[in-house]
């Protein structure tokens, strides 16, 4: 059955088969959302006229009677059912009969996928937001755990000056903070209602917008008729840029991890159990989980670019490309989620090593430290730099390196700021719903 069929007409197996492609698979996650969608748009037809107040009200009735199936597993799309919302009008009308095929009077399937689409990603969006802040949340505390540990920083990946699992863990809890600004601002671009734009050009029924708007929840509208529709593609692409940042921290904390665990570093290690072994090799514990995050998290900052390329050379108003921005994005979606459970779930159990830097060879991590000694001492720095430096260069260099380390500025060793990158999340957080 097609909303679209008339009658004694018919279309093409082939033809069916390549056009619908793999929307039954990602309809079934739109399922809750068009039924949403459609009892707002069922309570604005009752109040409107367009529907008796009888008849919205069984409508609705049944309509939540369809979402509790869902809820419960139990919603399938038949075989010979075009897309989730012909199953869900199907359904209807044959449980409560004429008053079923009322239900799309005023809208089109245009700015109905365009608001099933909004409602779910305005919902994962929540989601991830949610399992960001556990991530961060776990970043913060083990920086506070381990702030007094120090760790070799790295510049060009040569040994470059004193640094401290507190900054590096903190370093990408205020990461994501960044990252959340992000997905606020693809968060309120989804919080936009396009419902009642109909194909994109608005309909001569006496439609009330602002109704739909206030009982989805949405912050606003999408006002225009024609952008509403052009929001299709353009919100999704939003969207993966959110997620992207989130991917490219995650990346980057994962490339650390496989270099730290590496036993040339030997900085960290973690639990048998989180790491998989060799087929020939017997001493072998592999990064694989932090390898498959980077790979993942690289692929998922991908999906801007293949979204702009689907979309950024059609016209305005609705055309068939925008059904593949799901195959391209519900994929990602998935993929981060589980990305950030897995980090948290390694770093849970990161085992980090102590006195890493009595090790001999990390004494010039301190040659900055030297020349810092000379300034305080009334020496310029360049006249101190070039001191240490020719040391060094001699094999002269006798600096205690061992000695306490005295970092204070907002941000350092000793300093890590903390509550200040803990502050900036919290406000982050009040915003996705302001």
Known sequence: MKLWQKDNSSTNELIERFTVGRDKEFDTLLARYDVEGSIAH???????GLMTEEESRIAVKELDNILEEIQQGKFVIEDGIEDVHSQVEYLLTQRIGEAGK????????????AVDLKLYLRAEIRTIKDEVKKLFDLLISQSEKYKNILLPGYTHLQIAMPSSFGLWFGAYAESLTDDMEMLIAAFRIANKNPLGSGAGYGSSFPLNRTLTTELLQFNSLNYNSVYAQMTRGKTEKMVAFGLSAVASTLSKLAMDSCLYM????????????LTTGSSIMPHKKNPDV?????????????????????INNLPSGYHRDLQLTKEILFPAIEELKACIQMTRLMLSNV?????????????????????????????SFRDAYREVGNDIEQGKFNFDYKKQLHHTH??????????KIVESMEKAM?????
């Open 351 to 379: 085992q980090v090593k102590d006195h890493i830097l009595d090790d001999e060879k990390y004494k010039y991590l301190f040659s900055v430290e030297a020349v810092n000694d000379l300034v305080n001492r009334g020496i």
């Open 290 to 310: 932090f390898e498959l995050i980077r790979a993942k998290c690289n692929r998922i900052q991908s999906v801007p670019n293949e979204l702009t390329l689907l």
């Open 410 to 419: 907002e941000g350092s060793i000793g300093n890590l700021c903390n509550d």
């Open 102 to 113: 009322k239900i799309h009077s005023g809208r089109s399937r245009n700015d109905q996928v």
């Open 430 to 434: 009040t915003r996705f719903d302001s």
């Open 42 to 48: 069922v309570k604005m037809l009752g109040a409107t």
């Open 262 to 273: 590496n036993q040339n570093f030997g900085f960290i290690s973690f639990p048998n159990e």
